[in-house]
């Protein structure tokens, strides 16, 4: 069975975009007397409808930027949701993990084209081709009394052993003291 990934990026940086031969650049040309303070906060980030209980690792995400010209890259792999509730209502949504790094862009050198990248945020995303299916439901009356049970057979079981160590120290000790073997 073929599965395939999707993949793809989109980025916020500066300058004028240009598409062509298949690539997409931007015009730094003014960037040296504009420095870039990368300083940002991803208040939300999600692919999809939000579910209950669903934690997104960008929510609320705040990178301060110790230099100028940075380039911050987030990778994220998404992984399509079936979430069903309660109620039986499905969504339809993505989780995410994510992994981040920077690195300071010297203009001057990029210029020279001796060293790659540009100056903004890049988010690159991969789309698994699995899918997480999470479904609410129910506890029977019965499977919380088979677990009421169990808690109390469980601690009956704990006080016998408690109860049978204390009992043998205690004989122990009395025959030691009968012997006179206690100081």
Known sequence: MPTFQVSGNFHISPGKSFEGHNSH???LKFMHKFPLNLTHTIHRMSYGQFVPTQVNPLDNHTFVAGELNIMKQYYTQIVPMRYQNINETVLLSNQYSVTHHHKVIDLEKAARGEMSGLPGMFVTYEISPLM?????????????????????????????????????????FQKKLELGKVS
């Open 132 to 172: 997480v299916e999470i479904t609410e439901h129910r506890r029977s009356f019965t499977h919380f009394l088979t677990g009421v049970c169990a808690i109390v057979g469980g601690v009956f079981t704990v006080a016998g052993i408690v109860d049978s160590f204390i009992y043998n120290s205690y004989r122990a």
């Open 25 to 27: 650049v931007h015009d």
